[in-house]
C-alpha cells in the first residue's frame, strides 16, 4: 500500500502561501471596518500610524503609511471610534494579518469638525486664547493692514467702509490666497511681514464667507501662533457670523464679517464729527459762563466802597494801624515795667545770698595753703599757715594756739 509524502514547509513558505491566497480575494482588496483605536503609535520619523481596530469581542492590527496619514485632517487617538477603508494582507515577517489603511474618518462626527475641535480644545489649554494676551485696538489707526485675497468681495467691502468710516487712514493690502494647500503657508508671511516692518497699526486677516473646507486655511495651527505672536493687534473676520475658526479665538478681536471687522478697526468719522461739535459747543458754554460769573463779580466789587472811595478805606486802615500801634507800646511798657520788677526782686535775691555779702556783716573764710576750706579745729594745728578773706581783702596768718 503506497502513502504520500508530507508536505513539509518552512515558516516563510507558508505565510507566503496565505498572503497569497489573502491578496488573490477580491473581497479582501477594499473592505471598510469600524472599530475603537487602541495602541495607537505615531512613528515620528517615518509618519506612518501604527495601531489596533477592536470591537467587543475581537481586535486586528492596522498600519496607515506616511502619504494616506497625512490625508488625515483630525488627529488619531486611542478610545477614537473610526471608520477605516483598505486591504486586508498578511505580514510575513510577523505572521500575522493586519489592515492596510488607505483612509480614515471618525465614526458619526466629520473629519474637519473633529480636527478643529481637538486643535481647539490643545490651543485653549496652552493658553493662547487667554484674555490677558489680547492687545487693544488704536483708537485712530494711521495705518491698517489688510490680509486677504484681492479678488474676493471681502477686500472691496473693508476698502469701501474703511474709505468712509475713516478716509484718513493708509490701507496696506497684502494679497493672499485664502483656502488651498498654500493659503496658510501664505498668511503667515503676509502677518510676520507686517510685525517685522511694524508699517501698520492694526491687522484685518479674514475673508469671505464658504464652506468648512474653505475655510480651513484660518484653522491651520501654525497660523495660530503666528497670531498668538503677533505684536500688532489683529482682528479676526472670517466667513458670515456663524463661522468660527481658530483665528477667531487667538486674534485680540473676532469681528462676524469682514466688513464688520472694518467698522471696528477704525472710528466713524461723521460720528466724530457730531463728539466734536458738541465737545466745542460745551466749551463754549462753558467760556461764555464762567465770563458771564466773572463779569458779574467784577461788577459787585467795583460797587464796594473801597472802590469808590479809596481814600476812606486808607483812613481807615490808618487809624486801625494806629490803634494797634498804641496798643503795642502800652502792651510793651507792661511788659518791660514787670520785667524789670522781677529783675531787681531776683537781683536782692541773689545779693542776699552772695558769699561777699556775708562778709560784710563781718565774717569771714579761712582756707589752708591748698585752699581746703576751714570747718574745724580738727584741721589746724599750732604754726599752722592760714589765709582769712574778709569782706575788704585777706590776712596771712599763722596759728599760734588752738583753745
Not at 505565510?15 to 512613528?43: C, P, Q, W
Not at 497660523?223 to 457670523?241: D, K, N, T, W
Not at 481658530?246 to 464679517?257: E, G, H, M, Q
Not at 467760556?287 to 481807615?316: H, I, M
Request: aromatic content about 8%.
Amino acid at each position: 500500500m503506497m502513502y504520500n509524502a508530507p508536505l513539509v514547509l518552512s515558516v516563510s513558505q507558508l505565510n507566503r502561501y496565505v498572503k497569497s491566497r489573502m491578496d488573490a480575494d477580491e473581497n479582501l482588496f477594499n473592505v471598510f471596518l469600524v472599530g475603537e483605536i487602541s495602541n495607537f503609535t505615531d512613528h515620528y520619523k517615518t509618519g506612518h500610524f501604527y495601531f489596533s481596530l477592536k470591537d467587543e469581542e475581537a481586535q486586528i492590527k492596522a498600519v496607515m503609511f506616511r502619504q494616506n496619514a497625512l490625508k488625515v485632517k483630525f488627529r488619531p487617538e486611542n478610545g477614537l471610534r473610526v471608520i477605516v477603508r483598505g486591504r486586508v494582507s498578511l505580514y510575513e515577517a510577523a505572521g500575522s494579518y493586519q489592515v492596510f489603511v488607505d483612509d480614515m474618518q471618525p465614526d458619526g462626527v466629520g473629519a474637519l469638525n473633529l480636527a478643529f475641535e481637538q486643535l481647539k480644545e490643545r490651543l485653549e489649554r496652552e493658553g493662547l486664547f487667554d484674555a490677558a494676551h489680547k492687545k487693544s485696538l488704536p483708537r485712530f489707526p494711521e495705518r491698517i493692514g489688510v490680509i486677504t485675497s484681492e479678488t474676493g468681495a471681502a477686500v472691496q467691502d473693508i476698502l469701501n467702509i474703511l474709505g468712509r468710516r475713516f478716509p484718513y487712514a493708509q490701507v496696506v493690502l497684502a494679497p493672499v490666497l485664502v483656502q488651498g494647500e498654500g493659503a496658510p503657508a501664505q498668511l503667515i508671511d503676509a502677518l510676520q511681514s507686517f510685525n517685522a516692518f511694524k508699517n501698520v497699526d492694526v491687522i484685518i486677516l479674514g475673508r469671505g464667507g464658504g464652506s468648512a473646507e474653505d475655510l480651513w486655511a484660518f484653522n491651520d495651527e501654525r497660523l495660530a501662533y503666528a497670531v498668538y505672536r503677533s505684536q500688532i493687534p489683529v482682528i479676526s473676520a472670517v466667513g458670515h457670523e456663524t463661522d468660527f475658526t481658530i483665528c477667531d479665538f487667538v486674534a485680540d478681536l473676532r469681528a462676524p464679517t469682514p466688513s464688520a471687522a472694518a467698522e471696528l478697526a477704525v472710528p466713524d468719522q461723521m460720528q466724530l464729527r457730531a463728539e466734536i461739535h458738541t465737545l466745542l459747543s460745551r466749551m463754549q458754554r462753558t467760556v461764555t459762563n464762567n465770563l458771564r460769573e466773572q463779569r458779574l463779580r467784577l461788577e459787585q466789587s467795583a460797587q464796594k466802597s473801597v472802590l469808590k472811595n479809596p481814600n476812606l478805606y486808607f483812613d481807615t486802615k490808618r487809624m486801625q494801624l494806629i490803634s494797634v500801634s498804641t496798643q503795642f507800646d502800652a502792651l510793651e511798657k507792661t511788659i518791660l515795667h514787670r520785667a524789670r520788677i522781677r529783675l531787681q526782686e531776683n537781683a536782692a535775691k541773689l545779693q542776699a545770698l552772695s558769699p561777699l555779702s556775708v562778709l560784710a556783716r563781718g565774717y569771714s573764710v579761712t582756707t589752708l595753703a591748698d585752699g581746703t576750706v576751714v570747718h574745724s579745729t580738727n584741721q589746724l594745728s599750732e604754726n599752722t599757715e592760714i589765709t582769712v578773706q574778709l569782706a575788704d581783702g585777706k590776712a596771712a596768718c599763722t596759728v599760734k594756739e588752738i583753745l
